[in-house]
Nanobody, 123 residues
Framework: QVQLVESGGGLVQAGGSLRLSCVASGRTFSTYAMGWFRQAPGKEREFVAGINYSGGNSYYADFVKGRFAISRDNAKSTGYLQMHSLLPEDTAVYYC????????????????WGQGTQVTVSS
């Protein structure tokens, strides 16, 4: 497993942008795929975006396509989620997660999780 720490959340107005970061430690980050999930109050946690171990392949939930971009810098053991055109419905706690090699949209496939970072989008 790797240890993950997210940062970059905050309060932003609708239409604004934020960049979340996820710093990994403990294992070779470059062998792990990364996923971003989110959980809004009263809702189940849902997949947002995933990227494979090399950064060569990524996938997005339909509701963020064209607005969010996932990336990684293996030299810095850090993953990112750049969020643009934020909507009030994007308000949630955002989590990064890791699993070996390839991403998955199923949270049960991930064995390492960060503590989460709150994103609040005001209307």
């Amino acid at each position: 497993q790797v240890q993950l720490v997210e940062s970059g959340g905050g309060l932003v107005q609708a239409g604004g942008s934020l960049r979340l970061s996820c710093v990994a430690s403990g294992r070779t980050f470059s062998t792990y795929a990364m996923g971003w999930f989110r959980q809004a109050p009263g809702k189940e946690r849902e997949f947002v975006a995933g990227i494979n171990y090399s950064g060569g392949n990524s996938y997005y939930a339909d509701f963020v396509k064209g607005r969010f971009a996932i990336s990684r810098d293996n030299a810095k053991s850090t993953g990112y989620l750049q969020m643009h055109s934020l909507l009030p419905e994007d308000t949630a706690v955002y989590y990064c997660a890791a699993r070996t090699f390839d991403y998955s949209t199923d949270e049960g496939d991930y064995d390492s999780w960060g503590q989460g970072t709150q994103v609040t989008v005001s209307s």
